[in-house]
């Protein structure tokens, strides 16, 4: 077992552990990590695992991050699950009703909980709508039963980012279009400088010259959707509007025939880029966690992905 008198963070893989080196473990002062996305398909330069191998970067700083905040804490990371909701619907995408990620995260946590221990954060790149609420849902689940806390970082982040949220957009030194917003949203410039800053070499080579994906008009549907947000906010729900005309914007996307699977353009890619929105992701989870680690099962940590006052749509079929 790594010694934290060495100056670097204790880091243990709970599937390599026997049941003494579980139980010898501190409850107060273990933190679990687990990297949740799901495999889906980005574009055609970035493989189908890039979710999960920007959260695996991520979970690997969020670990430096608190180590350096909290040198008395020890690490133990779960597997990573490729587990996710409303991945991108084409054939190479594997994607699972939001419940079955509901369940298994909650199972995660029930487990935990039932062993003494209090704390599991997520890191996570995925933004479906159905899969951020059946994390919260999870998380809710875990704490109004447990008092167990599980974070994820990205069901607050990615709301940041959609809505040009002026501190995180200050943060990121990274506006409009180029920030993981609706016109940005997949494979785009900010998850190919995602990738290029954690693992350049799975960047296909040819990033630079691949087209530019726009976001197509309203119709059908998202056109309904766009008019529900507008009477929605007639109505004083501003927040509920807002998410809903992300919506309307991901339906125009993924019901266009022309749709390509990406969206966003990826030749603007830099590392410098990726970098500064894995620090700025780190900064907010570290404020999330510091919450949990304050509270110590006192106060919950809550948040509110985007759609979550429609969350009831998390149990309808994919």
Request: with cysteine; charged share 20%; hydrophobic share 40%.
């Amino acid at each position: 077992m790594p010694d934290k008198a060495s100056g670097q963070p204790v880091v243990l893989e709970y599937v390599k552990m026997r049941l003494p080196e579980l139980s010898a473990l501190d409850r107060e002062s273990t933190v679990f990590i687990i990297s949740v996305s799901p495999i889906e398909v980005h574009g055609p330069h970035l493989p189908v695992g890039t979710d999960v191998f920007i959260a695996e970067e991520l979970a690997a700083r969020y670990i430096r991050e608190l180590f350096a905040r909290h040198p008395e804490l020890t690490f133990v990371t779960l597997p990573s699950l490729y587990l996710g909701s409303d991945a991108l619907p084409v054939k190479g995408s594997l994607s699972v009703p939001a419940p079955y990620l509901e369940g298994a995260l909650f199972s995660y946590g029930k487990g935990l909980a039932a062993q003494g221990f209090r704390y599991l954060f997520v890191a996570d790149n995925h933004g479906g709508p159905r899969h951020q609420m059946a994390i919260e849902a999870a998380a809710r689940a875990l704490w109004k039963k447990h008092k167990f806390y599980l974070i994820d970082p990205f069901n607050i982040e990615f709301r940041y980012m959609v809505e040009h949220d002026p501190d995180f957009v200050k943060r990121t030194g990274l506006g409009p279009g180029v920030c993981g917003d609706d016109p940005d949203s997949h494979a785009g410039t900010n998850e190919t400088s995602l990738m290029l800053a954690c693992c350049e070499e799975q960047v296909a080579g040819g990033y630079r010259e691949v087209p530019a994906s726009l976001p197509p008009p309203h119709t059908g549907g998202a056109s309904f959707v766009a008019g529900l947000a507008k009477i929605v906010r007639f109505f004083g729900g501003d927040v509920l509007s807002r998410d809903l005309e992300h919506l309307a914007n991901t339906l125009a996307w993924v019901g266009d025939p022309d749709m390509l699977p990406y969206m966003g353009d990826p030749s603007k890619a830099t590392v410098e880029a990726g970098e500064a929105m894995l620090a700025a992701r780190v900064e907010v989870a570290m404020e999330l966690f510091e919450r949990a680690l304050a509270s110590g099962g006192k106060d919950p940590v809550h948040l509110e992905p985007m759609l979550w006052g429609v969350r009831a749509m998390r149990k309808l079929p994919e």
